[in-house]
């Protein structure tokens, strides 16, 4: 699975490079992941924003689908029964 976050332009360090990074008092070392241009930098930024917002989105609905009781009926279905069976027996 590909990891898509905020953090896609910046290059993962190793160990290695952080302890150069001490010594390196002028940021020389600083790498990055760069795009060949503009466009393609705003579309990788896009895409990565957009999988962010639909993994929330698909989070948020697999926690309401566990917070559903395990039979199926809802509080709000166990109402809709007892109001129709009101209204069968008020015609009656």
Request: glycine share 6%.
């Amino acid at each position: 699975m590909n990891k898509v976050g905020s953090h896609f332009l910046f290059a993962t360090p190793t160990f290695i490079s952080g302890a150069a990074r001490v010594l390196d008092l002028y940021g020389v070392y600083d790498t990055y992941n760069d795009s060949p241009t503009d466009r393609e930098a705003d579309y990788k930024a896009a895409l990565s924003d957009w999988s962010i917002v639909g993994r929330d989105i698909s989070s948020a609905m697999e926690q309401f689908e566990r917070s559903l009781p395990p039979n199926g009926i809802t509080r709000h279905d166990e109402l809709r029964e007892t109001e129709q069976q009101m209204s069968l027996s008020f015609f009656s």
